[in-house]
Nanobody, 121 residues
């Protein structure tokens, strides 16, 4: 699976962004978003199971982040609303080929290159 993330940019706090992750290649069981802030570890943000669109979120983003997909385009999205300065990070998309935890980085098999989101106050 090849993954291409896009949609990052510089926005002011309170604004919104929609990230995209276009996938190609073999099929996948689920896809997820992680983020890595400067000097910090990569953390789970959200995921979506491809078969039934069940979604999973980190507690810290519930209510502001929405993960979705477009089957026809093989693309996953992350809508981020009410952006905060602490949302500043490189956002990575990833795919996993099987069940198990959606929240753990090592469960994902393929990774995209990341897209930078910078939020200013």
């Amino acid at each position: 699976v090849q993954l291409q993330a896009s949609g990052g940019g510089s926005v002011q706090a309170g604004g919104s962004l929609r990230l995209s992750c276009a996938a190609s290649g073999r099929t996948w069981y689920a896809m997820g978003w992680f983020r890595q802030a400067p000097g910090k570890e990569r953390q789970f943000v959200a995921a979506i199971r491809w078969s039934d669109s069940t979604t999973f979120y980190a507690d810290s983003v519930k209510g502001r982040f929405t993960v979705s997909k477009d089957n026809a385009k093989n693309t996953m999205y992350l809508q981020i609303d009410s952006l905060k300065v602490e949302d500043t990070a490189v956002y990575y998309c990833a795919s996993k080929n099987r069940g198990g935890s959606y929240y753990v980085r090592r469960e994902y098999d393929q990774w995209g290159q990341g897209t930078l989101v910078t939020v200013s106050s």
